[in-house]
């Protein structure tokens, strides 16, 4: 809450058009809604951070999941759930047949309507790239959250440094995004290379795609955070989802 | 190299206007000059990448370093060495009597006309806050790095969890940001409540200040690449240089 | 066995009321239980710590588990079985049909009328409050612990830091408690921004919950151990069970 | 600030006691002070947290530091330095002749008199015991802290796991306090058995001493967090500061 | 795309024999196959790396473990898929029935006809050495690989260092290698003594068999990296097809 | 192959009681026999080692270990097998009636009757005392070893810190043994404390039991090495097995 | 306290021959001296353990390592420091000038006469082998230790993997002893040799020796505590002197 | 010592031409010497392994490390001394003034005359490159190991990926070389996009270049052992010797 709101009310209190009880309701009163079992769903996160609460898949019962989609579709307004596995996305979609569960990158979305199969468009003012075939889950998960809130969004994928040429059909595309999620497991070196190349900053995402020292993760993490290229940040391991939130907050409208 | 620019040469090569030889050279010359001591000074860094080159001070011997500087400042280009300590960089400002050694965020200045003396802009396109006072090296490193780049940054120090009341005075600056730097060390929870609280992205750094389970940063890196909160990316421990190239490539002219 | 007592019994040997041999068997004697399986059951271990033994479930089979509570349950006394799978639950239901499974807390109760549904008292001298809907079952061993012992205690849940206003109707709550118990995944910013809030002593109870970089409760463990809010202790990765026996031991009966 | 504090403030604005921009400035003015370079000391922390803000040493240079002495102790105002090396400590004890620096918890103390010379009281509702002698810095900080916030606290030393028998005169103390300390680096067996033999909370504190396996204090931290005995939490590595912290917020006035 | 072959391209464009815009197409032109589901195959890889690209399994759907066998299997080429399960193994088969699951190492082979049945021959200029029984699938792993790429290989197994006089009937052979490829979980010690004992170099492929402290082959890949024999390098663990692959472009046709 | 014998087999060359070729035999003689599926069994590592070869499980297919089994028992020597999942061990019984599996320790017997239920001798040359009721299965998988290899051993179980009480009857037990074998999981603190309370060398087992903070058994054994108690020394997570070789070196026949 | 001694002074008590109050005197007495600085030196730890109190250098200031080896030397008892730097440990010679401060081990021996120069027995019931040239600081601390507690003792040294051959003049030794003391740095792979050679149980001491992937000492443990050879235990990176109590305890007098 | 050279002495001893006596000599003869201070130098590890014996510096002192230069010299043989630091180097200079002592890659040479001034030759059929100007000692490790043991080496410095551009004008140079090593610290991305682009294997090593994330040298040494890109082998962190051993054993004479 900002300062000029507070004055608002406190101007208001001071008019007598507001009397101090209902101002005090106002000024703590719940933006959260109390769903079953426990949850409080917070209702304007989208207004107080510019992204509007997503259900977090993992850890949560069925019951829990549809309660949390229940209460946020109020209205017919759009929820996407993430990171939930086929059989809890499957029930997802029985429950509430008008939306869509879309199994590669674990997404379940009512009230939204967006396409990810293949080909994806190439372009866009959010640029996605994905090293390997294996890390395409991740990169879709963030395809889809730049979709759900709007944002213009490509993908190009399979453009890893074992065949760095694979890249140059689209390094006219990298021109045009004005930021680049570069998405990659194995050692990660993606992001270096594509900093070292073009002048967009790179929001790099790790993916737990590997094995032995890729340490699900860990290896493609720790060098994108140490690369020497400059303008690269860096997400959670397999966090499309938050690497399109960072865009969403960038350029989100 | 882009598709267009290679187009036009091969067109003056068809033309006539260009000799095969020329072309060639053109193609594959070195857009980088051979310093002292085997360094190879990229100096069209800035043109590719949109952060022209700075000098990296660790692991560089006095010689290395001077040499680094001598080339890069030739025509009176301004220069940036970063993270050297008081000997090395005192030493530099003796070889180059018109450049200027901060010593708290540890950086060498030469042709460049910066002010980092408390006290600092708390308003700024990029906007720079830190949660103790033991992390204001790293911070004013962000702060010399963006004022390089010639963005317009500002610095709000000392505003951790702990206290959290002392960050309240600094929310309108918060929403007339466009991006927003938090440097924290020790459990490092400053990003997320930023994050949860306002609607611009922010770059997380974490710093090496704590002792025993911070891990010299490993905690605070850990919490902000696993925060909860949306629209957090996170640069390596103490890279408050990163942190700012980011800024410089979303921002800069 | 403190002094007191040691002298009381050798002053009963003294006056002749104790013969050497009773004296011995007095001093030595197994204040345990040897069940089947080769367990030795702690009976004496509330006398002796304020806490009587509860039945850790992991590792142990169902023949175990069943000897011990038949055994700690003898004379009607209340017997709690922790972490046990849904299996072993129900199997357990099945042989002491007069007992309890609850399923999200994993708790197994018997011969003591505990109602864990929802919703749960909000208010207590013992207050849990849990970060986020996933760190649930956590809360829940708490507070099946805290009753299981007669303690006064409430749990607020779902009220983290990326919508850190769902905290704030529980402000009071929190100013009547004399210790909080926190439970948190992800990045563990709850307990430090509570304990920088109020003025009671906190125990921190990182969760597993996430993914990536939380690495199963690593992170918020680091992060609460490293806070710099005062006043924070900290237990195991979900040890709901060991934080509610730390407020046992400060204010049970 | 609670509901109440804030309905008062609106009543007063309300009945025209207070103007609408007295009130606003009265619920956003600062309640810390802006030092020298960059600090702002949380001058309200006691009251908010029952812990006044104390200097945390590492990090801050020499005129941080005194600063911060000078600010907090206006009015004569009790002020603790912790973790402060016997360079930096003498230097200030020079600054502030009236205050004393303690070398072996290396904490300077001005306004508040004192005594951490042997021999310690072994008796005090909080009672810090150490295993080791080498353990005795971060005990000694736990009781200048202790005394600094005037708890009535003890110290017992030397009584680790290698020669148990020495913990056995101090049972009555144990058996007195409300709540206890354990200090213990190595392998971190001391709390574990003190838990398992008293019926009192333990706060556990791993030090740093040892070597090779011990890798500064992790392995007592995680022995100590991975207890079997009931009632224990843990602070972090050599925290004597944050575990007499614990007990300030339960017991200080 | 070497010099040489640039100015020659360029000579065409100048003698007219080649349009710019041809030449272009030349320059920039896609040296991959796009295949279904967003996979690019890079058709050229073996002869820019001297090892054609080979289908590496995991975290690829069948549906693209058959797209890309039947890209890279056009005009009869061979096509080797690696570390998949059994499942899929068989699924594959199934498909192209011409081709052939090997369980052990989890290797299918489509167009090239290899035995990897017991026995196998103990001889070759590459010569594969495993210290274990359970080393077994990494080992055949890295044979697979040498004949799938036509080297002249054997393979000695189960002669680790709890009973090294199993090695010394292959001491000619060892000899008589010109690379040798050690394989070896558990501690990890083969290498080192086998580099001690003989003149040529020691690729060590570190695997996940043991239990413990082996930490899934942590620890015989740090031992490897660590060793103070000459003349050793490592690959990641299980990485039999990695060590092969090193040989292959050593001695590769 | 020690000196004296190598000087007997020359004297014999040089006395033409042996032929040069004879003598060659003899000195590189293989002492294993090559088993199916490429597996060496060592068959005088009972000679060399003092320990004949045990069949280690983990990894090895159900050929792998009947092969294994078949060689080793040959003459109706006996066989164990260790760490075999409850599938294979009931697969290994059917091939080979005359032998047992016994579940709890993962372990088969051929060709050797040991008794492995409860209650287990409590008094033993080689004394193995367990800390709680889940470490049963690492604490009989020594008990098996040193019975297979006819040392007179016995069991103390489930004594751990958390009730001390519950060693003491068994301390003439201790006074009794020649080396005592302690498996702890959990924070592994046992060891500490019977070395530090008796003068027998303590071989220290730590185990997988625990859950969070005990890191699949690396705190007990980062605790145990680093105990400061004198006369400890540790082997793997979970190794039983270890354990026992170490007695069955020092006091074997 | 055994059951018999409870026993005899519970009958002296019913006899009237010892009075209650002498009797708990005698139960609860304290086997220990408070030296200065918080110091209880436990003087039966010989009795109880077989290793009376050698006092561990580190940490401890010069007043405390001096009021330690006064108090444990009353009477001319021999005395050992360990761990202690050359400064510390010659001051301890200039106030005990009858001690010997021997630098490599970093040991300080006082009422007890024994020689750690080189040339160093080669034989000996314990048997010290190290692996390389640096490692001797390690096995001299064992030694030490060894004679200081009248141990038969011997050393080998230099006789690492990288020229195994080296051992082979001490196979008789190895074959004469009964343990054998391993120390090693680097990978670590001596012990694993050594224990498949020999029918000697072994201990086996890490050290901190190396760079990079040793991790301190991190490699060789792991790879020890890993060794597929039977009969190995490990104790702390560089614990020479626990090494030897372990063999002290076995064979000690 | 293979089985025909056996023969041969047994042939002897067969003919009379060699008593068992001398032959069991010529068997276990020692083929090392004995130095001062407990080093036993091995004297034909070059005949063994390939790689005479270097002297590794570091945990040797002075008098050690003279009495090793002395021995291995004898006859005038090269020696060499491995990661010594300045002050040692000249000491070593001082006593043996013929040698020399090159700082930056920290190596002193003696009997042998290898110039490792800058510039380099930047051809040979081994190419060492290394990613940036701070990596230089250790790839000049790697070239004084190549020169000594008489390889043709050439060395490419600072090329690494963040102007990768600066990589081309030596492709040619790669086309030509046999194998390259590569040298990179920070995010260690340079050996993948090396052995993506030539037909050549790559030994890669990682430097301890760099600070926060690149933890010393584990994050460049695990991404390039996780190297998407075929035929990379890596060695120990800052183990240029390590990686140039490699190359000798390979191409050696």
Redesign the interface.
């Known amino acids: 809450m900002?300062?000029s709101e507070?004055?608002k009310i406190?101007?208001q209190?001071?008019s007598?058009s507001l009397?101090?009880?209902e101002?005090?309701k106002g000024?703590?009163q719940?933006?959260?809604v109390e769903a079953?079992?426990?949850?409080?769903l917070?209702t304007h996160?989208g207004l107080?951070?510019?992204?509007s609460?997503?259900v977090?898949g993992?850890?949560?019962s069925l019951a829990?999941l549809c309660g949390?989609v229940k209460a946020l579709s109020e209205g017919k307004k759009p929820v996407m759930v993430t990171?939930i596995e086929q059989g809890s996305g499957l029930d997802l979609q029985k429950r509430f047949p008008e939306g869509k569960y879309w199994d590669i990158p674990g997404v379940f979305l009512l009230n939204k309507d967006i396409d990810l199969a293949?080909?994806?468009p190439a372009l866009g003012r959010t640029l996605i790239v994905?090293?390997?075939?294996?890390d395409?889950p991740v990169a879709l998960e963030a395809l889809a959250t730049c979709l759900f809130f709007n944002l213009d969004a490509g993908l190009v994928?399979?453009?890893?440094?074992?065949?760095?040429?694979?890249l140059?059909?689209h390094?006219?595309a990298l021109?045009q995004a004005e930021?680049v999620i570069v998405v990659a497991g194995?050692?990660?070196?993606l992001p270096?290379?594509i900093?070292?190349?073009?002048?967009?900053?790179v929001?790099a995402v790790p993916t737990?795609?590997?094995?032995?020292?890729?340490?699900s993760?860990?290896?493609?993490?720790?060098?994108?955070?140490?690369?020497?290229?400059?303008?690269?940040?860096?997400?959670?391991?397999?966090?499309g989802f938050?690497?399109a939130?960072?865009a969403?907050?960038?350029m989100g409208d």
């Open positions: 900002l300062k507070l004055l406190l101007m209190v001071s007598g009397s101090p009880d101002a005090l000024i703590v719940r933006p959260f079953a079992h426990g949850l409080n917070d996160r107080r951070t510019g992204v609460e997503v977090f993992p850890g949560k829990q949390a990171k293949h080909p994806w994905s090293a390997g075939g294996a395409l994928s399979d453009v890893g440094v074992a065949g760095l040429h694979r140059f059909p390094l006219e021109s930021i194995m050692e990660g070196a270096s290379v900093a070292g190349l073009c002048d967009k900053p929001i737990s795609i590997g094995y032995g020292t890729s340490f993760g860990i290896t493609p993490l720790l060098a994108m955070l140490t690369s020497c290229a400059p303008g690269i940040a860096v997400v959670n391991i397999d966090n938050g690497a939130c960072f969403v907050k960038l």
